[in-house]
């Protein structure tokens, strides 16, 4: 898994968009927040968000109402009005008409029975209205007279009028449908900014092209255990700011001025986090998270004076330290835990209103905030040692995982899987150039030895046709002639061994109906398997078999088989020979005989080259007839197994079918 920033455009548009999901989140949590207070997620949301919205928003309605039947009382009683408040009460008397708003009111002034101002339908009913409410307001004319107003105020039932009203109530209605779906917004934005803040972590570099840690910044030079306690400070005075304005009661009678505080508020918060999470992953691939904080600083120098430097918990194995870590983080929530349970049976009224339970929510919600980006980088890092493994497992030695992410012990493991492939790759290497040294050595020493037998075995045979009547020289030439013969077949195996190791061989594939094949080859070994009083017995699971071969190096396969055969088999017995399907698309060949001698080495070793089962070589044959006939078969796509079973020698080869 290669690392996803990799230039510094993408590393801050990556910033950006940590920050923007973290803020979008934020709204959303407002925005939740705000439904929560007027009952949206609870089952009278129907009826009491509408009528908390329409109470909100009557608020500054009975205000105009009130100065509009101030304006009103003042023209009606001749006195005169200034030219701004005949152009307020215009403005009044065209807001106030049907069918211009959805309200309807009546002003009484100073306890009057008679309304001073009234705005209802033509019936006079009230009985129908969707909301309705009563208030006292106090007024003062220019003489500083005060007039006390009670004002009645409705809504229509239909909301027919394109007012303000109206659009509270489409809102309304509106936010009744994306009640639950901004929570599901919220979850998914929480988690791309969290995945974001992993990629950006995970794209911290802290080498250079050479491999050398670059210099380390200032805040990654502050000890960490003093820059959480800074962290901690941020996030305390920015807690403390959000406090005031709960206190100054900012929320409940300015609810944009609040929103925008506390969006202010969190993107300093978000960045301060963004920083310190990305801190945190340069301390983690540096490998000196614990090593640069005063905690380790003091303890180091109090078991340096007390001699115990390799000591404690930074020499425990992999798996305590986790097991360690995680006990300790467990433990502390249980103990936060623990604390905040008893203030809640503890505080006065008993009430769960009473108890702020929010800042344990928040105290967990910071301690994932760290932990899960953490946890992504070592996920990230068994993913890479993992698919490190793997590809050494496959033999991709030119695989290198990426260890720029490593901290720690993935580091090491990572390091070590490294160096094995690194061993392994030379060996390869020193394997390839011993057997293209011994390759080429054999086949320069078979062709020099070749030339020079060829002329002996040539004039061994002049000599044999010009006769002799020396009976001993007779003798010898022949001894010499089957000698010459017999190293000019080793010298032959050698230079196809060499070919075979070489993969200097050619393979002409084509189609071959192997009980034909079998049927020649028997007769063509039919004089010297009667010489050697062996009898040969065949079986065909159908009267044509096709497979894909090369004609030409089966024979070298059955001549080396047969001749194997010729050389231990026991006199006077039988041999196998069947061919039978093997599955769909496959064809069995088998080989089975009595051995003369008894066989003391397994199938495997007897194919190893120059390999033998009479090991004090009394016998003829050099131990390079077995090995050829597997290696031919397998470059023409078969397998060649040997069995051995007390005296029983069994090969069994396969080739692919072909159809007829």
């Known amino acids: 898994m290669k690392i996803l920033l990799k230039t510094t455009t993408d590393r801050v548009t990556a910033m950006f968009l940590f920050i923007l999901f973290m803020e979008i989140s934020v709204s959303l949590v407002l925005g939740i927040s705000c439904m929560y207070d007027y009952h949206f ?6 009826t009491y968000a509408t009528q908390a919205a329409f109470g909100v928003k009557s608020e500054a309605e009975i205000d105009n109402i009130a100065s509009y039947a101030v304006l009103y009382r003042k023209q009606q009683s001749g006195a005169e009005l200034t030219a701004q408040e005949r152009s307020e009460l215009s403005l009044y008397e065209k807001r106030y008409v049907p069918g211009m708003t959805n309200a309807r009111f009546e002003v009484y002034a100073d306890g009057g029975v008679q309304p001073l101002l009234r705005f209802m339908p033509q019936d006079g009913g009230t009985d129908d209205f969707t909301f309705r409410r009563f208030a006292e307001r106090t007024v003062y004319d220019e003489n500083g007279t005060p007039t006390d107003l009670s004002v009645r105020f409705f809504l229509m039932p239909e909301l027919t009028a394109k007012d303000s009203f109206r659009l509270v109530a489409e809102l309304v209605h509106i936010a009744v449908m994306i009640r639950y779906p901004i929570v599901v917004m919220l979850v998914l934005t929480v988690i ?45 005075f920015f807690g403390v700011l959000v406090a005031l304005t709960a206190v100054a009661d900012v929320k409940s009678t300015n609810i944009v001025l609040w929103n925008a505080v506390i969006l202010i508020i969190s993107f300093f918060l978000i960045v301060v986090a963004m920083v310190f999470n990305l801190s945190l992953a340069s301390r983690v691939k540096r490998g000196h998270v614990y ?48 604390f905040f349970l008893y203030s809640y049976y503890t505080n006065e009224s008993g009430l769960l209103h009473d108890f702020k339970f929010i800042y344990y929510v928040c105290f967990w919600a910071a301690g994932r905030f760290i932990l899960i980006p953490v946890f992504f980088m070592m996920a990230l890092n068994l993913s890479r040692i993992r698919e490190n493994g793997a590809r050494l497992a496959e033999g991709d030695y030119a695989f290198d995982a990426d260890s720029q992410i490593m901290f720690g012990d993935f580091r090491q493991i990572n390091a070590n899987l490294t160096k094995i492939r690194e061993d392994m790759m030379d060996a390869a290497e020193e394997k390839n150039r011993s057997y293209q040294m011994r390759s080429e050595l054999i086949t320069n ?36 002639q089957t000698q010459s013969v017999k190293l000019k077949k080793l010298l032959e195996n050698l230079i196809e061994v060499s070919k075979l190791t070489a993969g200097d061989i050619s393979v002409q594939m084509d189609s071959l109906d192997v009980v034909t094949f079998v049927e020649q080859t028997v007769s063509e070994f039919a004089d010297r398997l009667e010489a050697a009083q062996l009898e040969f017995v065949t079986a065909f699971a159908a009267p044509e078999m096709q497979i894909f071969a090369d004609g030409d190096k089966l024979w070298r396969v059955f001549e080396n088989l047969i001749g194997n055969i010729l050389k231990y088999a026991q006199t006077g017995t039988r041999v196998y020979l069947d061919v039978a399907w093997e599955g769909r698309d496959r064809v069995r060949i088998t080989f089975k005989n009595v051995s003369r001698d008894p066989i003391h080495v397994s199938g495997e070793e007897l194919t190893r080259r120059f390999a033998r089962a009479d090991a004090s070589r009394h016998s003829e044959g050099y131990g390079l007839g077995l090995s050829i006939a597997q290696s031919l078969t397998q470059i023409q796509g078969g397998t060649f197994d040997v069995t051995v079973d007390g005296d029983l020698f069994r090969v069994d080869m396969t080739f692919q079918k072909a159809e007829g």
């Open 445 to 480: 020493i078979s062709h020099d030895i070749k030339t020079p037998l060829t002329s002996i075995v040539n004039y061994v045979d002049l000599l044999k046709r010009t006769g002799t009547d020396d009976e001993t020289a007779a003798e010898y030439m022949e001894i010499l």
């Open 192 to 236: 791309l900014a969290l995945l974001i803040l992993g990629a950006l972590m995970s794209s911290v570099e802290v080498t250079d092209a050479n491999g050398n840690f670059k210099r380390e910044n200032f805040i990654d030079r502050i000890p960490l255990d003093l820059l959480i306690l800074m962290l901690l400070f941020v996030f305390g």
């Open 41 to 46: 997620y609870a089952s009278d949301y129907k």
């Open 291 to 338: 090593r640069n904080t005063l905690v380790f600083r003091v303890i180091a120098r109090i078991r340096k004076m007390a001699g115990k430097e390799n000591d404690g918990y930074f020499k425990v194995p992999f798996i305590g330290k986790a097991l360690l870590t995680v006990g300790l983080a467990v433990l502390a929530e249980l103990i936060v835990l623990l």
